[in-house]
Nanobody, 125 residues
Framework: QVQLVESGGGLAQPGRSLRLSCAAS????????MSWARQAPGKGLEWVSG????????YYADSVKGRFTISRDNAKSTVYLQMNSLKPEDTAQYYC??????????????????WGQGTEVTVSS
């Protein structure tokens, strides 16, 4: 069965960095786009970033563009999210998701197939 296991969350001070990882199993990882999404306390799910199956292109929400970088290692069936210059508003539960997106005119519209249990990120001084 499909499993997505996130790790790497924790407490970080504003301006610092964290790197999230998501280990995938149960499907042919290299055939699928992947996304990261987040849910802040009391708010809805927000798509953060997506990456094509071969890693050839990446997309970001405006709220994280220039600060976050998504990448993947298909040999390890793992997707990463490097988060730099963290802000308190980045505080959320972060999820990786197997995605079947629609990409039109540079806009990624996610369609999640599966997601993991999430990893918590808290940005606070």
């Amino acid at each position: 069965q499909v499993q997505l296991v996130e790790s790497g969350g924790g407490l970080a001070q504003p301006g610092r960095s964290l790197r999230l990882s998501c280990a995938a199993s149960g499907f042919t990882f290299s055939n699928y786009a992947m996304s990261w999404a987040r849910q802040a306390p009391g708010k809805g799910l927000e798509w953060v970033s997506g990456i094509y199956s071969d890693g050839s292109d990446t997309y970001y929400a405006d709220s994280v563009k220039g600060r976050f970088t998504i990448s993947r290692d298909n040999a390890k069936s793992t997707v990463y999210l490097q988060m730099n210059s963290l802000k308190p508003e980045d505080t959320a539960q972060y999820y990786c998701a197997k995605d079947s997106p629609t990409v039109v005119a540079g806009r990624w519209t996610p369609s999640y197939d599966y997601w993991g249990q999430g990893t918590e990120v808290t940005v606070s001084s």
